[in-house]
């Protein structure tokens, strides 16, 4: 079922090791593990957060674009994708880090399939192996519980009137109950992997909140630096 993720399987059970080597703990190793595969995709979550960013900044241009050519979608597209051009904003770029993420994912899901029944932590004693899945779904309930929280954290004080309390709350919500129904029975490594990864992901979006971190975030893009100052 997995044989075409089968390389990366064999990728990832070889770093596993090593962290394991390290921590002589496969919990911790999982969480170290998760850290450098976040670190490693940095680069990018940067760049995903700068394009969310550029598209709230031109939200405003969109809709008189949608007003002044309603009756003209061929020419609502050029005009779209001319504004799109001229301030640096591309659309699929956004989902970059997640597309990336998800072969690593789908092989890590293998992973424990096939490994977990040797691998244990002193970190989750309720569960005899990496194998079996939360009985109690602690982990997948935390996973959750921190993706819905970081995504109500908006990237910038400025987006946060870009949408309603109510539509934030309700995207996140859908997210959140796909996340679940994913790790509910999954092998509770994988929500271990994914509790560390949503721990990164909302100590990420308070660093965006800082004054480094919105000076990072506003960097490499004159539509963002001119907005700054």
Excluded: C, N
């Amino acid at each position: 079922m997995y044989s075409f993720v089968q390389p990366v399987i064999d990728i990832l059970a070889t770093l596993l090791q090593v962290f394991f080597q390290f921590a002589q703990d496969w919990g911790i190793a999982i969480v170290l593990f998760t850290l450098f595969v976040r670190g490693l995709l940095f680069p990018l979550s940067l760049r995903t957060a700068r394009q969310t960013v550029l598209q709230g900044v031109i939200r405003p241009e969109l809709k008189l674009l949608q007003e002044q050519y309603k009756s003209d979608q061929t020419k609502l597209m050029e005009e779209t994708m001319s504004l799109y051009k001229k301030t640096g904003v591309k659309p699929f770029s956004m989902f970059s880090t997640a597309i990336l993420q998800m072969p690593i994912f789908m092989a890590m899901y293998g992973l424990f399939l096939t490994h977990g029944a040797q691998m244990s932590s002193s970190f989750i004693p309720w569960v005899a192996s990496f194998a079996q899945f939360d009985p109690w779904h602690l982990l997948p309930a935390l996973a959750a519980g921190l993706t819905f929280v970081t995504s109500m954290i908006p990237l910038t004080a400025e987006m946060a009137t870009d949408s309603s309390i109510f539509t934030r709350m309700l995207s996140s919500l859908v997210m959140v109950v796909v996340f679940l129904m994913i790790l509910w029975k999954a092998p509770v490594a994988l929500g271990l992997y994914w509790t560390s990864g949503s721990l990164f992901g909302l100590l990420e979006r308070g660093f965006y909140r800082s004054r480094l971190g919105k000076s990072v975030l506003m960097r490499g893009s004159s539509v963002l630096e001119a907005k700054q100052e």
